[in-house]
């Protein structure tokens, strides 16, 4: 994975709704989410730390939900814990 990067993906409501909620429903069951965008898989552990970001640049507003942790935690994480990967991952749509 290269050191910097940034992928977006854009979601209709409803999908992004379902993808909350999975987010959700992932961190209060002490669970590493995951989900794929543009085409690479991304793995997040369970003690990534949460935030929300509130921007207006340009005379854009803009809401960011955020998960941070240290790059390269997770893939470490998924090696170690005995789960077959197909355990951790669900399939985006």
Do not use: C
């Not at 910097?4 to 590493?32: C, G, M, P, W």
């Amino acid at each position: 994975m290269d050191a910097n990067r940034e992928i977006e993906k854009d979601y209709s409501l409803t999908e992004f709704v379902a993808e909350l909620r999975r987010l959700a429903d992932t961190l209060e069951s002490n669970e590493r989410f995951s989900i794929q965008i543009d085409e690479e898989d991304i793995q997040v552990p369970e003690h990534a730390i949460a935030s929300i970001a509130y921007e207006i640049e340009d005379g854009r507003a803009e809401i960011e939900f955020q998960l941070t942790w240290e790059a390269g935690e997770a893939e470490g994480d998924a090696e170690n814990d005995g789960k077959d990967e197909d355990e951790n991952e669900e399939a985006a749509a």
